[in-house]
């Protein structure tokens, strides 16, 4: 049987020690999924894109507090950005009716390279924050914008580092 | 730390994917499988073409007859009305007709071949932190996640609905279309005539139709009155007198409905409502209660621009987006991670869900007695709501009849479609009894998607 408990009750018997994941590289090839902590939508503000700030207590081991809340507070502002209504959105609101909208095909909207943006950021922190503690965090666009899933890994026992021989005896239960 | 060698992560090693169109293959893939487009496993009733550039909702409807209609009187004002008119007249008129017509016909298969909105369903281990989330009280026996969550919008409390067949919790102004199966953000209505939903996304393009058709209606009305007029005068024949007249006629029935269909939307824009708000009455005062429109800006000129010239979000979606190949070893994931699309490879849901159902049942003794000694509750759960899912799947989904521009609900009564001709004083009384959520016929049958997923994932749902 493969390392990853089957439920949630033996999930929360893992120990979680702070596996060492050097990159993603490495996170791809001894990794294997454990949990996914799903961060719902925050509505409060009415329909715009933003996500709940509150720190999940699955993660409570895994990443420090503050790194998280950045994260997910710097999303909410790209989102924001996005969807930012002011001269530059109207512009482009009444240059695409004249145009029968067809300017839609050509030019990219605000929206689009703002989404671009918030790709290369979600990268980014997968690369320096999450990954190195075995984290991984999933575009929300990827998602239908309804959450940010943040996938938990488990050191599936790489040779020769001290992490994976517990780890390899928690995966013997 | 780290020597942060950035590698990009190979969606079929992980079951994600970092970008939205995988279009990075690998090499040394075994064998030649096509790879499939999301749209081609799309759960929802919409018809794709062109490779998924274009979709629509399922029953094109009158869409058909509304082009035919456009054509016919266009082609008629142009052949007949117009030689006539740039003699006597000004040779502007069949040039504003043309603008007009051109605006009216790219208007029209915008908002027809546009995502109106849709959101993507919950895939299956987000359905199950959902339930896990709402029900986390860990009583023994199953009980139905709860239909509604309230949440304060503005100091306004406003009741998110569960979502059976999409899996998850609506978000605000969103609605479940039965016609296209899908929920759609800012939900409008389903308009038959455009064959489609309007939402969020095409919710300007439909304005700008209906605009300008009511104003190409209007000039071709006129004009053709002002040849009727015109040509009594020296007593000429008019070239063909029943195109004349079908055009007047056919103008005379169209401006009626299409004029007040564009003041009622120009009142909801004005409003920042929509036509399902507006209909059920959700912010009326007739409640009783204080309440208001939470989303408005109090402001007409604002709420026109945040409506008509606000950002469109791009489709949440993907339809051309590739799906991770069906063979893909997982040789990290293989137990845990399901892939996005993997039990959905039936355009049909339904029978999908129900071919599922009688499998897991029949597997479900076996897998009850190999289930770990540390999950008791889930046993009895999975026998009990597998056997209220039969129960509910044999009753057959309502669908409710193509005509007639319904709400999301499968019971609305034909007389509401009146309402989008421009009487909506008679929608305001039909629409209360019809505000329950009717969403067991077709939804439940959905929920053995998750149940019988549940041995080849890592979480099976406790209840």
């Known amino acids: 049987m493969s390392s990853a408990p089957r439920t949630a009750t033996e999930r929360t018997k893992l120990p979680y020690c702070h596996e060492s994941f050097h990159n993603l590289q490495e996170l791809r090839h001894s990794a294997s999924l454990a949990n996914k902590v799903f961060i719902q939508r925050d509505y409060t503000d009415g329909t715009v894109c933003k996500f709940q700030t509150k720190f999940p207590s699955e993660l409570d081991s895994r990443i420090e507090r503050t790194l998280f809340e950045d994260t997910v507070k710097t999303l909410n502002n790209y989102y924001a950005e996005a969807e930012k209504i002011g001269g530059q959105s109207y512009l482009e609101g009444c240059l695409a009716c004249l145009t029968v909208y067809l300017i839609f095909l050509c030019i990219e909207t605000r929206y689009e390279k703002v989404l671009k943006k918030i790709s290369r950021y979600i990268q980014e922190q997968n690369e320096k924050v999450y990954a190195p503690r075995g984290l991984l965090i999933t575009d929300p666009i990827e998602r239908g914008m309804r959450v940010i899933e943040i996938s938990v890994y488990e050191d599936r026992g790489s040779s020769g580092s001290s992490s994976g021989s517990s780890t390899t005896s928690s995966s013997g239960r | 730390m780290k020597n942060c060698e950035y590698q990009q992560i190979d969606p079929r090693a992980l079951g994600t994917s970092n970008t939205r169109t995988s279009t990075t293959l690998p090499c040394g893939r075994k064998n030649s499988q096509r790879l499939r487009r999301k749209w081609e496993v799309f759960p929802g009733n919409n018809r794709f073409y062109c490779d998924g550039r274009i979709m629509m909702g399922r029953q094109c409807g009158v869409l058909p007859l509304t082009i035919g209609l456009i054509?016919?009187?266009?082609?008629?004002?142009?052949?007949?009305?117009?030689?006539?008119?740039?003699?006597?007249?000004?040779?502007?008129?069949?040039?504003?007709?043309?603008?007009?017509?051109?605006?009216?016909?790219?208007?029209?298969?915008?908002?027809?071949?546009?995502?109106?909105?849709?959101?993507?369903?919950?895939?299956?281990?987000?359905?199950?932190?959902?339930?896990?989330?709402?029900?986390?009280?860990?009583?023994?026996?199953?009980?139905?996640?709860?239909?509604?969550?309230?949440?304060?919008?503005?100091?306004?409390?406003?009741?998110?609905?569960?979502?059976?067949?999409?899996?998850?919790?609506?978000?605000?102004?969103?609605?479940?279309?039965?016609?296209?199966?899908?929920?759609?953000?800012?939900?409008?209505?389903?308009?038959?005539?455009?064959?489609?939903?309007?939402?969020?996304?095409?919710?300007?393009?439909?304005?700008?139709?209906?605009?300008?058709?009511?104003?190409?209606?209007?000039?071709?009305?006129?004009?053709?009155?002002?040849?009727?007029?015109?040509?009594?005068?020296?007593?000429?024949?008019?070239?063909?007198?029943?195109?004349?007249?079908?055009?007047?006629?056919?103008?005379?029935?169209?401006?009626?409905?299409?004029?007040?269909?564009?003041?009622?939307?120009?009142?909801?824009?004005?409003?920042?409502?929509?036509?399902?708000?507006?209909?059920?009455?959700?912010?009326?005062?007739?409640?009783?209660?204080?309440?208001?429109?939470?989303?408005?800006?109090?402001?007409?000129?604002?709420?026109?621009?945040?409506?008509?010239?606000?950002?469109?979000?791009?489709?949440?979606?993907?339809?051309?987006?590739?799906?991770?190949?069906?063979?893909?070893?997982?040789?990290?994931?293989?137990?845990?991670?399901?892939?996005?699309?993997?039990?959905?490879?039936?355009?049909?849901?339904?029978?999908?869900?129900?071919?599922?159902?009688?499998?897991?049942?029949?597997?479900?003794?076996?897998?009850?007695?190999?289930?770990?000694?540390g999950t008791p509750k889930t046993a009895p759960v999975t026998q009990e709501s597998l056997l209220r899912t039969v129960s509910i799947t044999v009753s057959p989904p309502n669908r409710p009849p193509s005509t007639g521009c319904s709400g999301h609900q499968a019971q609305r009564p034909i007389d509401v479609s009146c309402s989008q001709k421009g009487n909506k004083r008679s929608a305001h009384h039909t629409h209360k009894p019809m505000l329950r959520v009717s969403s067991p016929p077709y939804s439940l049958s959905h929920s053995p998607l998750i149940l019988s997923d549940g041995p080849d994932m890592g979480f099976i749902p406790l209840n």
């Open chain 2, 71 to 373: 054509f016919i009187t266009s082609g008629l004002f142009f052949t007949f009305d117009c030689p006539f008119l740039v003699d006597r007249l000004t040779v502007f008129i069949p040039v504003i007709g043309g603008v007009l017509f051109v605006f009216v016909i790219m208007t029209l298969l915008q908002t027809s071949f546009t995502d109106p909105g849709i959101l993507p369903r919950a895939l299956p281990d987000e359905a199950v932190d959902i339930e896990r989330q709402i029900d986390n009280s860990g009583s023994a026996s199953y009980r139905p996640p709860p239909r509604t969550k309230e949440i304060l919008i503005n100091d306004q409390v406003v009741k998110l609905k569960y979502c059976f067949t999409c899996k998850m919790f609506r978000p605000p102004r969103t609605s479940h279309c039965s016609m296209c199966d899908n929920c759609v953000e800012r939900f409008d209505h389903h308009c038959p005539w455009v064959g489609n939903c309007v939402g969020k996304r095409n919710y300007r393009f439909f304005y700008a139709f209906i605009v300008s058709l009511s104003f190409l209606t209007s000039f071709i009305f006129g004009c053709v009155i002002t040849h009727l007029t015109l040509s009594k005068f020296p007593n000429i024949c008019i070239l063909n007198p029943s195109c004349t007249v079908a055009e007047l006629v056919i103008c005379f029935f169209s401006i009626w409905s299409i004029l007040g269909l564009s003041g009622f939307h120009t009142y909801l824009v004005a409003s920042n409502l929509t036509t399902n708000e507006d209909i059920k009455g959700s912010w009326s005062s007739k409640r009783g209660e204080e309440s208001g429109n939470p989303y408005t800006y109090n402001n007409i000129f604002t709420n026109c621009c945040v409506v008509l010239c606000g950002p469109i979000p791009p489709s949440l979606i993907d339809r051309r987006g590739f799906l991770p190949p069906d063979d893909a070893p997982q040789t990290v994931t293989s137990d845990t991670e399901l892939p996005p699309f993997m039990s959905k490879n039936d355009a049909n849901m339904c029978t999908q869900g129900t071919k599922e159902l009688l499998q897991s049942m029949a597997l479900s003794t076996v897998i009850q007695s190999t289930c770990t000694p």
